[in-house]
């Protein structure tokens, strides 16, 4: 398109905060495969592609409890909740087909997401809270 598209700022520091969360889940980034200019150190830990490679995983390894749905909640909330339904529409409102079928796919995907893990928090209440080591056991 031939508009403007505008993303808010990065909240993270090209994802940093994002390293606690991956540590603990035990996913490296770096073993994605990837563009060459994506590699190694270039590659933005909040990457929409590695967002979503992780929360594959979180989808892969979470049970039904409480403590795991909490968990998804909140990454969800933390990290796609702010630019996914942006970045969904944008894609689905691109001239070209192949695109506009992703984003339109993207968009059925986020809206069944979102009915499967409701927001955790209140989107009416700012919060600027740190972020926290959450502990998660992936499946073996």
């Given at each position: 398109?031939?508009?403007?598209?505008?993303?808010?700022?990065?909240?993270?520091?090209?994802?940093?905060?994002?390293?606690?969360?991956?540590?603990?889940?035990?996913?490296?980034?770096?073993?994605?495969?990837?563009?060459?200019?994506?590699?190694?150190?270039?590659?933005?830990?909040?990457?929409?592609?590695?967002?979503?490679?992780?929360?594959?995983?979180?989808?892969?390894?979470?049970?039904?409890?409480?403590?795991?749905?909490a968990v998804l909640a909140e990454f969800i909330?933390?990290?796609?909740?702010?630019?996914?339904?942006?970045?969904?529409?944008?894609?689905?409102?691109?001239?070209s087909p192949y695109i506009g079928l992703l984003?339109?796919?993207?968009?059925?995907?986020?809206?069944?997401?979102?009915?499967?893990?409701?927001?955790?928090?209140?989107?009416?209440?700012?919060?600027?809270?740190?972020?926290?080591?959450?502990?998660?056991?992936?499946?073996?």
């Open positions: 398109t031939t508009e403007f598209w505008h993303f808010p700022p990065a909240r993270h520091d090209s994802g940093d905060a994002l390293i606690a969360w991956y540590d603990v889940a035990g996913f490296n980034p770096g073993t994605l495969p990837a563009d060459a200019i994506l590699s190694g150190s270039n590659r933005p830990y909040d990457h929409i592609g590695v967002l979503l490679a992780f929360l594959a995983l979180l989808l892969d390894g979470a049970r039904s409890i409480e403590a795991d749905q909330d933390d990290y796609l909740q702010p630019s996914m339904p942006v970045f969904t529409y944008l894609l689905a409102s691109c001239d984003g339109e796919s993207l968009t059925d995907f986020w809206g069944a997401l979102r009915s499967a893990h409701p927001r955790s928090k209140d989107p009416t209440q700012e919060t600027n809270s740190k972020t926290r080591l959450i502990a998660i056991t992936p499946m073996a």
